[in-house]
């Protein structure tokens, strides 16, 4: 069992439990893989942001693309957030989930004016736009709609996030973000566009960032464009400050959402602009320790070299492994019988690819039939999760203290070909 548990996962009589039901007994209900959330863990999540900018104009919205379910997002919208959204389907879950669509930001590098029209028609609060080619076409489409696209330029701070390389965002040499020396002139672009309205500055510098150190570094430098854009007349209502909070995956220490805001608007107030409706938008730090994804050992086969614990989870449910070598603590859900030898394993999926692996060199007493929990699955796992070999996406289940709702079915090969058409 592992030390350390996340908010709403307990032990109990040799069990892990996700607040009041057992882990083993979901997965004999639903069967495996079986995503599972705890619904007090999300909202215990948000509320520490909640404290953190208690008193502020802000607005939280969940970067929906860590997690997209609909139940999901109708848990954090029921509790006030609003989303952060990065395609038109997202749109369409976010509508569906019920939020107002006032608490929408656009954000992404690649809008389609499909997709800009539509977010037009709805009225979401803000496009957050990432070029000056992109501002000139939201323009002229929500100027050929007779409106004025409210939008906050992308800024990239150049600060290093200390983060794996794939999901750092804020250096000057990756696709995010307008450069930090033509920022001023995009501003005077967007300001002198009749198809847009100027609202906030945004930046995003990274994923499962762990200090606070470089959330500071980009604030200074985000307040030095704000003075330098409001120096021309243009004024700047919110700033957004973007996501990429990290959470503890194994042994992780990143700072508490309340805590880290407090440095932050301690910092804002010091230079003047502790008035400004602040918006965030976190994704990982809202859902990534609230959930797990159950599997179950199909067989074991040991080796010369390296032993295999063979599951039913791949990287078709669970592609952090393969996409960034990201590491999910793998714990079984019951504690091992006394006479269960442990072994050291790299557990792996079913999948055609040597790629499919979900953990390496893991310390485990597992046999045949027995359930792992693989850990901090929340984020970035069921909304990057494919149908790769034709396997059907997970089912997952919410739960709220003994109660248990299903929130998504397995998927079934039917559903898998429903869209295809074969020849005749
Ligand atoms: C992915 C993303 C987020 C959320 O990042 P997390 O690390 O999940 O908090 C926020 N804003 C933008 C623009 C993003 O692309």
């Given at each position: 069992m592992p030390t350390q548990l996340p908010d709403g996962f307990t032990e109990r009589d040799q069990q892990l439990w996700v607040e009041g039901v057992s882990l083993q007994a979901l997965a004999q209900t639903h069967?495996?893989?079986?995503?599972?959330?705890?619904?007090?863990?999300?909202?215990?999540?948000?509320?520490?942001?909640?404290?953190?900018?208690?008193g502020r104009?802000?607005?939280?919205?969940?970067?929906?693309?860590a997690n997209s379910s609909l139940a999901i997002l109708q848990t954090l919208v029921r509790a006030g957030c609003g989303l952060d959204i990065v395609s038109g389907g997202e749109l369409e879950r976010a509508l569906r989930a019920g939020v107002e669509p006032s608490k929408v930001i656009f954000s992404g590098v690649g809008k389609t004016r499909t997709e800009m029209r539509r977010a037009l028609d709805v009225g979401i609060g803000c496009f957050n736009v990432e070029s000056v080619a992109e501002l000139e076409v939201l323009g002229d489409v929500a100027q050929g709609m007779g409106l004025r696209a409210p939008v906050s330029l992308r800024v990239n701070p150049n600060v290093d996030a200390q983060t794996h390389p794939y999901i750092s965002t804020g250096l000057k040499d990756n696709k995010f973000g307008i450069a930090h020396e033509d920022v001023v002139g995009a501003y005077q672009r967007a300001a002198a566009h009749p198809g847009l309205r100027v609202v906030g500055i945004d930046c995003h510098i990274g994923s499962q960032i762990t200090q606070a150190a470089p959330y500071l570094d980009a604030m200074d430098r985000m307040l030095d464009l704000v003075q330098a854009i409001e120096a021309c007349g243009i004024a700047i209502e919110h700033i957004d400050f973007g996501g990429g909070l990290g959470i503890d995956y194994h042994g992780d220490t990143p700072p508490s959402a309340d805590a880290l805001w407090q440095a932050l608007l301690a910092k804002l107030d010091a230079r003047g602009y502790g008035e400004r409706t602040i918006c965030i938008e976190p994704g990982r730090s809202l859902v990534g320790n609230a959930g797990v994804c159950l599997t179950e050992v199909l067989y074991l086969k040991p080796g010369e070299h390296k032993n295999f614990c063979i599951v039913d989870a791949a990287m078709n449910d669970l592609p952090r492994p393969a996409l960034y070598q990201a590491?999910?603590?793998?714990?079984?859900?019951?504690?091992?019988?006394?006479?269960?030898?442990?072994?050291?394993w790299d557990v792996v999926g079913p999948v055609c690819e040597s790629g499919d692996w979900l953990g390496r060199d893991r310390e485990l007493a597992v046999r045949p039939g027995d359930c792992l929990a693989v850990m901090s699955a929340g984020a970035y796992?069921?909304?990057?999760a494919s149908n790769y070999n034709t396997r059907g996406r997970a089912a997952e289940v919410l739960v709220a203290g003994e109660r248990v709702q299903v929130i998504r079915e397995r998927e079934s090969a039917e559903d898998l070909m429903r869209s295809e058409r074969p020849l005749s």
């Open positions: 069967g495996t893989p079986l995503f599972v959330y705890s619904q007090a863990a999300i909202i215990n999540a948000l509320a520490a942001y909640q404290r953190g900018l208690y104009r802000h607005l939280i919205c969940y970067a929906m693309k590491y999910h603590q793998i714990v079984p859900v019951q504690t091992p019988k006394a006479d269960t030898p442990a072994l050291t796992c069921m909304s990057m």
